[in-house]
């Protein structure tokens, strides 16, 4: 990967970074449902115009069931992450709902049957052993905040499934179709769920939320979406995904100099562990499995 295409990818990890300071502040004006379903409203109609002005194939919607499946993993994962950060730290929430990648190697490992490595398995003890150090730190603490956790390790688990789902059963399907199918969704599902469930006194309409919103739609979401995409397409896969694991960092950095949060020795020691279990985990190559080669020169 060449020096630009790192920074890049820095700038796309520190976006991902950033939703979860932004989602915060704007939890405080705003319920976590109907944060979502704006959010997610902008961002299909900017995604769709996006798609609009640029040629793609016609996309066959006899896979509508595939759709399905993945936008309610989807909705999922905005529905416990926005919960998560509305009752946890946003340093906390970022680091935990970054596990993902480690969730993703556990579910394949367990759908598969494939073996996991020995150095793999280190990277996963590696990193249970610092979310068990982040709660650990908390005990004691507000009740609300382990619970806050908790939904952020749901929302990470939803992810990883989500992460598979579209990798597999979703492989035919066009990226952009995909995308403003769980975008839209999402949007409409979440939208229910604030209407039934949450009082409109609860929205506190201020130009920050404003700003918020849209930054959360455009900038946390639209742009790391379409710069991810064309990394993907000019470096390698697990080059790329390897940068992921400063998001963490970067997260708990933003959340100690813009929200003035409290970072305590065993807690950044946790999200150090995580992130290097996130590093060991995702550059270690997959081991295929007996018969992979036939299957593949059979296709």
Not at 196 to 214: D, N
Not at 232 to 242: E, V
Request: charged residues 10%; glycine residues 8%; hydrophobic residues 60%.
């Amino acid at each position: 990967m060449t020096r630009g295409y790192a920074a890049l990818t820095v700038f796309i990890c520190t976006l991902w970074a950033s939703v979860g300071i932004v989602t915060k502040l704007c939890l405080a004006e705003a319920p976590p449902f109907g944060l979502a379903s704006i959010r997610m409203l902008i961002a299909a109609l900017a995604l769709w115009f996006w798609i609009r002005i640029r040629p793609h194939e016609r996309q066959d919607w006899s896979c509508w069931p595939i759709l399905m499946i993945a936008t309610a993993l989807f909705c999922s994962l905005l529905a416990f992450t926005h919960l998560g950060f509305k009752l946890t730290s946003a340093a906390t929430g970022i680091v935990l709902l970054n596990t993902t990648p480690l969730f993703v190697a556990v579910v394949a490992f367990a759908a598969s049957r494939e073996p996991i490595s020995i150095a793999k398995a280190f990277g996963l003890v590696l990193a249970f052993i610092g979310v068990v150090t982040i709660f650990a730190d908390r005990v004691g603490g507000i009740g609300e905040s382990v619970t806050g956790d908790a939904f952020m390790l749901v929302a990470a688990i939803s992810w990883s499934f989500q992460i598979l789902w579209t990798k597999q059963a979703a492989r035919g399907v066009d990226a952009g179709m995909l995308t403003l199918a769980q975008f839209t969704g999402a949007a409409l599902v979440l939208g229910v769920l604030t209407v039934t469930t949450e009082a409109p006194t609860l929205w506190h309409l201020t130009p920050r939320l404003a700003a918020g919103i849209v930054y959360l739609a455009i900038a946390g979401t639209v742009v790391p979406w379409l710069l991810w995409a064309y990394v993907l397409k000019n470096a390698a896969a697990s080059t790329a995904s390897a940068y992921i694991f400063s998001v963490p960092l970067i997260g708990v950095a933003m959340s100690w100099l813009l929200l003035g949060e409290h970072v305590s020795p065993p807690f950044l020691a946790g999200a150090l562990l995580v992130s290097l279990g996130i590093v060991v985990v995702s550059r270690i190559k997959q081991v295929p499995r007996p018969g992979a080669h036939r299957e593949a020169g059979a296709d």
